[in-house]
Structure formats: structure tokens, C-alpha cells
């Protein structure tokens, strides 16, 4: 039974480009939601996807944008990278509605130079 | 307005030993709570998840805690073993405005060290 996976693991990047990082949900899940991980921190939520929608957001610029796709894979794209776009980026899934647990994937290291 | 945060950031104890790992929360409309493991270079790993309508909730070697009158979370891990070192973060889940899709609010979390 496969986890949650993301690619890449490792990632970098100049300030002004654009990157998009890849999910895919444990087996069964049909909800992913993406955080932002700073070194030392918790993850901050960004947002979340269910039926190909995007169902709720944190306090991230509109830069930051997703999709979902109809296989439940998501994408996190970020335009305009800054410096402080640097992070972990986790990908979680989980089962629709409720209060159901979120497992995470083992993320992607973003850095900008 | 919303929180979750722990109470020691770091916590060292001897192999064998009981790990008690604090939390506290203060949107007291939070219906669901996890306990992640994080170890380094690895996303959060799910330990165990506990429901407003419980007090305690038991799984292997893990317990927690919660106690909704003063807003507070624990993990406690019995016979703690070198493989339990990694940061712990607690999470409230809570969707927006009364959706049923939850999001999680983490902590700082708490660096356990386990000494042989």
C-alpha cells in the first residue's frame, strides 16, 4: 500500500522563476492539502484540494497556486520565487470529509539562491 | 486567536524511561487533535488522533491526554527507546467556517533526545 509520495525531493531554484512540485495521495485518499515547513517550525497550512477544487486556504500570496487532478494527484505551483519561498513543501492526504487523519509524504526541499 | 503550541521545546530522557510531551491549544471549537512524529529529513508521521468526545485514547506504547477544560494535549510514551528521538508536533484540526474538510494548525513542536 503506497504513501503519500512527492517529487521532486530536492529543488533549486533563482529568485523570479517558477517551480511546480508533484503529489500523490496514499491509496484511497481523495483530499491533499499542502504545507510549508520553515527550518525549525511547524508546517503552515497553504491549501487544500477535494473533487479537483481548491476547498480552503491560508494566509499565502496568490503566487502560490494548485490543482488537483481527476486520479486525486495534486500540484503545488510558485511563481515569483523570493528567498523566503525556501522550505520544505508537504503534501498531505486524506479521506474526504470529517475529521479524518492527514498523512504526509516526505516533502520537497526548495531552496532559492 | 488560533494556537497550538507546546510547552518545552526540547525534552531528554533515559532509554526506558516514560516521555511526557505537552500541548496546548486555545480555540476551544477544535474538535480533533493528532500527535505527528517528525524525524529529520522525513515528513510528520502519524502517531495517534483523539476526539473531543474522549479524555484518553490509547495506542502502542503511546497514550493521550486531553483535557478540554484547560485547553491542553499530551503524548505519553511508555519505555522510551532511542528509535523515539524526532520532533513531536501536536495539531488541531479545524476546517474554516464550519467546513467538514479539516486543517491542521500546528505547534513548534518538541525535540525528544533519548539517551541509551
Known amino acids: 500500500d503506497a504513501g503519500v509520495t512527492q517529487s521532486p525531493t530536492h529543488l533549486i531554484k533563482t529568485r523570479g522563476q517558477q517551480v511546480t512540485l508533484r503529489c500523490s495521495p496514499k491509496?484511497?485518499?481523495?483530499?491533499v492539502s499542502w504545507y510549508q515547513q520553515a527550518l525549525g517550525q511547524g508546517p503552515q497550512f497553504i491549501f487544500q484540494?477535494?473533487?479537483?477544487?481548491?476547498?480552503q486556504r491560508g494566509n499565502f500570496p496568490d503566487r502560490f497556486s494548485g490543482h488537483q487532478f481527476p486520479n486525486y494527484s495534486s500540484e503545488l505551483n510558485v511563481n515569483a520565487l523570493l528567498l523566503g519561498d525556501s522550505a520544505l513543501y508537504l503534501c498531505?492526504?486524506?479521506?474526504?470529509?470529517?475529521?479524518?487523519?492527514?498523512?504526509f509524504g516526505d516533502g520537497t526541499r526548495l531552496s532559492i539562491l | 486567536g488560533e494556537s497550538v503550541g507546546l510547552h518545552l521545546p526540547t525534552l531528554s530522557v533515559q532509554e526506558g524511561d516514560n516521555s511526557i510531551i505537552n500541548c496546548a491549544y486555545s480555540?476551544?471549537?477544535?474538535?480533533?487533535f493528532i500527535w505527528y512524529k517528525q524525524e529529520s529529513g522525513k515528513g510528520p508521521q502519524f502517531i495517534i488522533d483523539?476526539?473531543?468526545?474522549?479524555d484518553k485514547r490509547q495506542g502502542q506504547r503511546v497514550t493521550v491526554l486531553l483535557n478540554k477544560t484547560v485547553k491542553h494535549l499530551s503524548l505519553q510514551i511508555a519505555a522510551t527507546q532511542p528509535g523515539d528521538s524526532a520532533v513531536y508536533f501536536c495539531?488541531?484540526?479545524?476546517?474554516?467556517?464550519?467546513?467538514?474538510?479539516?486543517?491542521?494548525?500546528f505547534g513548534r513542536g518538541t525535540q525528544l533526545t533519548v539517551w541509551p
Open positions: 498531505a492526504s486524506s479521506l474526504g470529509f470529517g475529521n479524518q487523519p492527514q498523512h
Open positions: 491509496s484511497g485518499h481523495d483530499t
Open positions: 484540494y477535494y473533487e479537483e477544487e481548491e476547498r
Open positions: 495539531a488541531e484540526n479545524k476546517g474554516d467556517r464550519g467546513s467538514t474538510l479539516g486543517r491542521l494548525y
Open positions: 483523539i476526539r473531543s468526545n474522549m
Open positions: 480555540n476551544s471549537a477544535s474538535d480533533y
